[in-house]
């Protein structure tokens, strides 16, 4: 199966990781349209100086191939779900309190969070991914395919064919993509995870990854979950 290319790129939230995905997408020649939560007549300057466009969400959603959620997570209900219904949705979200608020229902460790999207989202096919490294190692870690020194992003996800897609998207985007299986398994990527910050290669990531219900986290997260 050869997974469908990505060739404009959608980007919900126009902060510091949305402004360096869209950097790191533009800079391989995708067209990249960004939306934030006001006019895009406000970021329209500073998005066009990396080279992608500045839009309303619905201008977003309707001309992407994928969109990633670069937004805070505490608002992730106030997505649209109907227009996302059938689109590629790239989780790039993480709980962050001082920006959330106290949120139980986003630190439940029974569930992923990419799975309170997923079920927001019901008819949209979405992957967790692009989460887990910092913004300012995606922006100076990104290196072409086989290089000796690339590092990896893990993905999470349900569907198949989404998820070669969303792999295919991280290579081209300068990482090197590791399968962390389901989209529940998306708590892995999460904060407290080894994994989450990690700045590492793939074999280092995959031990991470498999290491993960032996860890600390993990054991909290199996207990939880029964």
Known sequence: MTPRSVETLGILGAGRLGTVLARLATSVGMRVLVASSGDPALIAPRMAAIGATAASMATVIAESDAVILALPLGEYRMLPAEA????????AMNYWWASDGI??????PRTSTSELVQAHLSGARVVKALSHMGYQD???????TASPDRKAIAIAGDDADAVATVASL???????????????NGIMLEPGAEAFGADVDATQLRS???????????????????
């Open 170 to 184: 991280v290579n081209d985007l300068g990482f090197d993509p590791v399968s962390a299986g389901p989209l529940a």
């Open 138 to 144: 995606l922006e100076d870690e990104a290196r072409p």
């Open 103 to 108: 949120r139980d229902d986003l630190a439940d």
């Open 208 to 226: 991470m990854l498999d290491g993960f219900w032996e860890s600390q986290r993990g054991i909290i997260v199996a207990r939880a979950r029964g």
């Open 84 to 91: 996302l219904r059938g689109r590629l949705v790239i989780d």
